[in-house]
């Protein structure tokens, strides 16, 4: 395979980490599938050795995305903010956290909501994003069962519908746009837990 | 060009709508730009000629599936129920009518949901899209200054949230799964205007 353009020698190096993101916008641009190592290499200016150098293969740039993405993720629920005060408080705090990950991390995240199982590596993935959406769940159960999230609903399907609100923001949140990040997180927040109704 | 499996002659025919509908699957399975006419007649098991005798052209196909899911979601906002009662009411009753409309022709909103731009039709189904939003936003609005809606949340990012909550069901929800389209929608309403929380 040939580099579709020239390597350029002595520019800067890159670390692991501007690798992986260069790698990711690609992804997200014309599909994980659609493209190549050499791709990637050519995006960075990069001989694919001096990739390799950096990373063992395309399969570990998708892990190390999407384990970005879901680490994050995991995060909100391991946080302090998520085991503390009412079960109310508790999923306010874990859906204010998984906007501020979904903003921080967005090509992380936007790569992560079109992974459809193709290898082990996104069937991975997928099982980490499934036993989430489960601890969730059983978040939104005992606010339920605590009195403090309403009966009518059913707990798994609230949650998906509440996380479908929130994985949309990769669709059109761009940072930097006229959206505050915090303000979205408010926003989010206070529709899924009270309405865009007065009360 | 060669069929990719034989013709079978004396099959039952397809009417337009039928031809359609199994045009649209196959373009969500593997991708619009990535499906030939070719791949359609295989499909249908008819040759090119006999698809033509249907449809003029790719483009065609996807120029009416757009139509089929925008005219959907434009029918919801003439409907009589989206211009009676408060505009909390008619909002309630466009996000009723919305889940109604993605339950009832979901693969046609699916597709829509993942046009880009690259082409006319597709600039025009967007543009259609915003014009829909729009209207919902305005909607939004008049709701705020009525005092019905909360007016510390922006009526257009109030918007896109709840509609990213009712977009999402193409990720998820399927015709004749556990989940059933009047409780879908009943369960969308009352998480957007009125939260999960108990009042």
Do not use: C
């Amino acid at each position: 395979m040939v580099d579709p353009i020239p390597v350029r020698r002595g520019r800067p190096g890159y670390d692991r980490a501007q690798v992986l993101a260069i790698a990711v916008a690609l992804f997200n641009e014309q599909g994980y599938d659609a493209t190549s190592v050499a791709d990637v290499a050519a995006r960075l200016s990069l001989s694919k050795s001096a990739l390799y150098h950096h990373f063992d293969s395309k399969e570990q740039l998708l892990a190390l995305a999407l384990d970005e993405a879901l680490s994050g993720l995991e995060g909100v629920l391991d946080a302090p903010a998520a085991s503390a005060g009412s079960a109310a408080e508790r999923l306010a705090a874990v859906l204010h956290g998984a906007v501020a990950v979904l903003v921080d991390r967005l090509p992380y995240v936007t790569l992560l909501l079109r992974v459809r199982g193709n290898s082990v590596i996104e069937r991975t993935a997928l099982d980490r994003r499934r036993a989430f959406d489960h601890r969730v769940t059983a978040l939104v159960e005992e606010a339920q069962r605590d009195g403090l999230v309403r009966d009518d609903l059913d707990g798994a399907v609230a949650t998906r519908l509440v996380f479908g609100m929130v994985n949309s923001l990769v669709e059109w949140y761009r940072p930097g746009g006229p959206v505050d990040a915090e303000r979205l997180a408010h926003d989010v927040v206070a529709v899924s837990l009270d309405g865009m109704r007065t009360r």
